[in-house]
């Protein structure tokens, strides 16, 4: 009886564990602080004001649970010619761009993702902070031909970046 019962303890045990989900935590390859901030841009007649902050994104692949640490915007405001004629307010997972820093190199996003659900464009990029004056930065974007508006950006695909806060 006694060796009936552990075996089933064991075996029940077993389907448990096998049964539980995977949980992998990434952390980021360096600080995230030196990306955090406002940081302004200007092409043409328009100014981009872009507030990136620290956070997590959760996503499940083939049952295994994984977190990355990224960047985000929280915040993004379009102006033409000093008006505001755009803002997008959010928080992860629902931000329009984020990224992951690189190994190598801890003052570059090597995989920043575009995503605009409002008006349906996507794409991917980098952000990458100069390191002999760390308020300046490049942001390049490229469209994904893929939704209902391929190709299309509400960014310039090359923009330098100044970090006001």
């Not at 049952?63 to 000093?82: A, H, P, Q, R």
């Not at 997972?93 to 003052?107: H, M, R, Y």
Request: aromatic share 10%.
């Amino acid at each position: 009886m006694k060796t009936t019962t552990a075996a089933l303890l064991f075996s029940m045990l077993c389907v448990l564990t096998a049964n539980s989900q995977q949980i992998v935590y990434r952390k980021a390859a360096h600080d995230l602080t030196p990306f955090t901030g406002t940081w302004i841009g200007i092409k043409d007649d328009m100014k981009y004001e872009i507030t990136l902050k620290k956070g997590i994104r959760n996503v499940i692949l083939n049952d295994i649970d994984y977190t990355f640490e990224l960047v985000f915007t929280s915040s993004v405001k379009w102006f033409k010619n000093g008006l505001l004629i755009r803002e997008h307010v959010t928080n992860a997972p629902k931000a329009i761009l984020e990224g992951t820093v690189s190994k190598p190199d801890s003052l570059f996003l090597d995989y920043l993702t575009y995503y605009d659900e409002e008006k349906g464009y996507n794409g991917e990029g980098y952000f990458k902070i100069d390191a002999q004056n760390p308020q300046k930065a490049i942001l390049h974007l490229g469209s994904i031909s893929l939704g209902k508006n391929r190709g299309k950006l509400d960014f310039p695909t090359n923009m330098e970046l100044t970090k006001v806060k």
